[in-house]
């Protein structure tokens, strides 16, 4: 999300977009440090954790939050360089969180580190450019006379992840087409691509279309549609992966 943030035309959306994203930041870091705390158990804090131990990884989401936090202060007095010193913070700092969590032990990231790697990440931006999008085309309702520029870097920005996660799970699939061994495994590869890929290329070009006639409320419900079918795919990519220890 907060590499969304950095990419879209920022000066053409009214400050209480960031102000709402940098709450919904402040839930998902507090859920994180939570997660990653003594609170659960050793299973999920080797998952997210990875190299840096739970504790490191807690404080860091803890951090996170507090400049989520800091930040929705700063957009809602209207102080858009402060609050565009937060986005940056909470990009570098969440970027750099992903990568260590690729780094957790499980036979995918121990015989791909590399695939894995640019697979979290790529995933990461595609998930968050496709709520990010959804988001801003509701901000619409309620600034009505904001440009389409940003809504419009959005989508193309929602193309462009799709395509980056196209071409890795197209690596994926390469080195798992020989794994596949059940008829539930070929299913789920399927539904894979078809949610998860296919369709969400299939929303970027019906949002550009119903953007040339300004109709940002019909642009919205189908973004809507893109985020669920973003989060299908990747929640039976994770599956996958875990199962055929390849990064898909």
């Keep these: 999300m907060s590499l969304a ?32 705390s003594r609170l659960w158990g050793g299973a999920a804090q080797a998952t997210i954790a990875g190299p840096l131990g739970p504790t490191v990884t807690a404080w860091s989401f803890v951090c996170l939050a507090g400049i989520a936090y800091l930040g929705s202060f700063v957009w809602a007095l209207g102080r858009r360089s402060p609050g565009t010193v937060c986005i940056g913070l909470i990009a570098v700092l969440s970027s750099a969180l992903l990568g260590f969590s690729s780094w957790s032990i499980g036979p995918a990231a121990e015989k791909y580190p590399g695939l894995a790697m640019a697979t979290e990440l790529s995933t990461s931006f595609l998930l968050g450019v496709s709520m990010v999008a959804m988001l801003l085309g509701h901000w619409y309702l309620t600034a009505s006379g904001m440009p389409l520029a940003p809504l419009s870097r959005l989508t193309t920005l929602l193309g462009a992840a799709t395509m980056i996660r196209l071409v890795l799970a197209a690596v994926g699939l390469a080195l798992a087409g020989s794994l596949l061994r059940t008829g539930d495994q070929t299913v789920m590869m399927a539904l894979r691509w078809l949610a ?53």
């Design 196 to 248: 998860g890929l296919v369709g969400p290329l299939m929303v970027v070009v019906m949002v550009w279309r119903i953007l040339k006639y300004h109709n940002t409320q019909s642009a919205t419900g189908v973004l809507y549609v893109g985020v669920m079918l973003t989060l299908i795919g990747e929640l039976t990519a994770t599956l996958l992966s875990r199962e055929l220890c390849v990064p898909v």
């Design 5 to 36: 943030w950095c990419l879209m035309p920022r000066r053409h959306v009214t400050d209480g977009f960031f102000r709402i994203q940098m709450l919904i930041v402040l839930g998902l870091a507090v859920l994180a440090a939570l997660v990653t």
